[in-house]
């Protein structure tokens, strides 16, 4: 009994982080700005570039380590609204894993 009792723990446990993160990701849905928060690079590169915001979409994809889907996005962003500094690129934390590359 006391080993049942120890999985049923176990699986409850489960049940209680899976509820959590589904809860997380109904949040960060729609809400590119919460996704970021969450660490939920991937989405919230998706969703910025849905709503054409270039610059933010590529500081997501950037945090999330890829490169040429951040660079893809600062291109299109440059083309669509060159009003980003190439100052504020420079000084933009999300964009420190770019700076060593040859792009």
Known sequence: MPR????????????AHTS???????ATADD?????????FATCAVLYA?????YNSACCYA????PAQAFEQLELG????PVVSVEALEQDQDFATLRADPR
């Open 78 to 81: 440059a083309a669509n609204d």
């Open 50 to 54: 849905k709503r054409g915001d270039r």
């Open 4 to 15: 049942f009792s120890m999985v049923l723990t176990v699986v409850l446990a489960g049940c």
């Open 63 to 66: 945090r999330n380590g890829q």
């Open 20 to 26: 959590e993160v589904t809860a997380k990701l109904e």
């Open 32 to 40: 590119p700005n919460a996704a970021y928060e969450a660490n939920d």
